[in-house]
């Protein structure tokens, strides 16, 4: 018999990335969604969840091998006081979920996969993040300190627990780079602001790598950043996609004209104009080898093109 993974709110390009790798590793996959379709495949089903609240799912936890949990509510966006509260509790409610499932079960799963984000160092400058930095301020920051409080206060002795935060994941199935790609197409691809500021990055497919080694090796556990060895600021992030989308210029975006356009977009400037220098100081002390530890290749490997 196949050995299960319920990935929750696994119905976004990362989740549908993992899946894939997870079934071709042998194993069973379960996704939570709120919106499941007609069976992916064989050895992937989806079924329903609001995210908050228990359901016929819980019996799919129990005797699992692991639970993944990426659910929260897409920052990019406004944020009005609406948002705010539902981009919080898509999060914390969530992990409060899993956890009353968790506790119910006669064969609890061995590892649970928690989602969190680098956002949680804010504006860091030139500072190196690892995962022993101080937190930033900021809404970002406070959403992502009470994510993690959620995570942290939580005790599930038979369980393994890990939390990955999360960088800037670069795929062309979705996530900010799909936003990047329309804008640079359109001659709108300049550096944010001073272009100063570190876009700590992570390709797809290395990040999949990461969850997969949560999963299944049991000294992964307690926060890692799952981001790239080499962030670049922002004005170099823009040269290179430029590059590779045959868009040699576009003129540079002031401050002030990104808090306008973030308006016009109906989401938040800070995603721009904000920053921080991310390393994967546990992972690399743990022997991670990364597929794509360079910009470059990793675009020229999503975009097909030689840069």
Same mark, same amino acid.
């Given at each position: 018999m196949?050995?299960?993974?319920?990935?929750?709110?696994?119905?976004?390009?990362?989740?549908?990335?993992?899946?894939?790798?997870?079934?071709?590793?042998?194993?069973?996959?379960i996704?939570?969604?709120?919106?499941?379709?007609?069976r992916?495949?064989?050895?992937?089903?989806?079924i329903?969840?609001?995210g908050?609240?228990?359901?016929?799912?819980?019996?799919?936890?129990?005797?699992?091998?692991?639970?993944? /949990?990426?659910?929260?509510? /897409?920052?990019?966006?406004?944020?009005?006081?609406?948002?705010?509260?539902?981009?919080?509790?898509?999060?914390?409610?969530?992990?409060?979920?899993?956890?009353?499932?968790?506790?119910?079960?006669?064969?609890?799963?061995?590892?649970?996969?928690?989602?969190?984000?680098?956002?949680?160092h804010?504006?860091?400058?030139?500072?190196?993040?690892?995962?022993?930095?101080?937190?930033?301020?900021?809404?970002?920051?406070?959403?992502?300190?009470?994510?993690?409080?959620?995570?942290?206060?939580?005790?599930?002795?038979?369980?393994?627990?890990?939390?990955?935060?999360?960088?800037?994941?670069?795929?062309?199935?979705?996530?900010?780079?799909?936003t990047?790609?329309?804008?640079?197409?359109?001659?709108?691809?300049g550096?944010?602001?001073?272009?100063?500021?570190?876009?700590?990055?992570?390709?797809?497919?290395?990040?999949?790598?990461?969850?997969?080694?949560a999963?299944?090796?049991?000294?992964?556990?307690?926060?890692? /950043?799952?981001?790239?060895?080499?962030?670049?600021?922002?004005?170099?992030?823009?040269?290179q996609?430029?590059?590779?989308?045959?868009?040699?210029?576009?003129?540079?975006?002031?401050?002030?004209?990104?808090?306008?356009?973030?308006?016009?977009?109906?989401?938040?400037?800070?995603?721009?104009?904000?920053?921080?220098?991310?390393?994967?100081?546990?992972?690399?002390?743990?022997?991670?080898?990364?597929?794509?530890?360079?910009?470059?290749?990793?675009? /020229?490997?999503?975009?097909?093109?030689?840069?």
């Amino acid at each position: 018999m196949k050995k299960s993974v319920v990935l929750a709110g696994g119905s976004g390009f990362l989740g549908r990335s993992l899946a894939a790798a997870l079934v071709e590793r042998g194993y069973a996959v379960i996704v939570l969604t709120r919106s499941p379709r007609q069976r992916r495949d064989e050895a992937t089903t989806e079924i329903y969840w609001d995210g908050k609240s228990a359901g016929d799912w819980i019996q799919l936890i129990d005797g699992a091998e692991a639970v993944v /949990n990426l659910t929260g509510r /897409n920052v990019d966006c406004r944020y009005t006081p609406a948002n705010r509260r539902e981009i919080v509790e898509s999060r914390t409610d969530s992990v409060r979920a899993l956890a009353a499932a968790i506790e119910q079960c006669q064969v609890p799963p061995k590892v649970w996969v928690q989602a969190g984000s680098l956002a949680i160092h804010g504006d860091a400058g030139r500072c190196w993040c690892d995962e022993t930095a101080p937190p930033g301020s900021g809404f970002p920051v406070e959403t992502c300190l009470l994510w993690e409080k959620a995570f942290d206060s939580i005790s599930l002795p038979a369980t393994r627990k890990a939390l990955l935060r999360i960088s800037f994941a670069l795929g062309r199935d979705g996530g900010a780079l799909r936003t990047l790609t329309a804008l640079t197409r359109w001659f709108l691809g300049g550096a944010a602001g001073t272009g100063r500021q570190f876009i700590s990055w992570i390709h797809i497919a290395d990040l999949t790598r990461m969850v997969v080694w949560a999963i299944e090796r049991d000294d992964i556990a307690g926060v890692l /950043n799952a981001t790239g060895p080499n962030p670049v600021s922002n004005a170099e992030f823009m040269r290179q996609l430029r590059r590779v989308l045959r868009r040699p210029w576009s003129p540079p975006v002031p401050a002030w004209l990104a808090r306008i356009g973030a308006c016009l977009i109906r989401t938040e400037a800070c995603l721009a104009l904000t920053g921080r220098r991310g390393a994967p100081g546990r992972f690399c002390e743990r022997g991670f080898e990364f597929q794509f530890p360079e910009l470059r290749p990793a675009l /020229n490997d999503l975009f097909g093109r030689q840069i």
